[in-house]
């Protein structure tokens, strides 16, 4: 005599992946604006990526950007040509 077998479980529902989100907002914003704010999300992007086994290279460049973008501004202001800086 044969049983059937029965159905197998659904798979589980899947999180929000978000790896690309926080890469692309990291990067626009280390570029454009924030540094400190292109770290966070690049940050976040290298977590979620490894959680969904993903690539993290959009968090590394967010990472660099952001790092990039903090030295820069530093730079500038240090020798007084940074735009908008009034030093009067």
């Given at each position: 005599?044969?049983?059937?077998?029965?159905?197998?479980?659904?798979?589980?529902?899947?999180?929000?992946?978000r790896?690309?989100?926080?890469?692309v907002?990291?990067?626009?914003?280390?570029?454009?604006?924030?540094?400190?704010?292109?770290?966070?999300?690049?940050?976040?992007?290298?977590?979620?990526a490894?959680?969904?086994?993903?690539s993290?290279?959009?968090?590394?460049l967010?990472?660099?950007?952001?790092?990039?973008?903090?030295?820069?501004?530093?730079?500038?202001?240090?020798?007084?040509?940074?735009?908008?800086?009034?030093?009067?």
């Amino acid at each position: 005599m044969t049983t059937a077998y029965p159905p197998p479980p659904p798979p589980p529902a899947r999180g929000r992946d978000r790896t690309t989100l926080w890469g692309v907002l990291g990067i626009v914003l280390g570029l454009i604006c924030c540094g400190i704010l292109g770290i966070i999300f690049g940050y976040l992007s290298i977590r979620d990526a490894r959680r969904n086994g993903q690539s993290p290279v959009l968090g590394y460049l967010a990472i660099v950007f952001g790092v990039i973008n903090i030295i820069g501004g530093s730079i500038l202001r240090l020798t007084g040509n940074y735009p908008f800086w009034n030093n009067d």
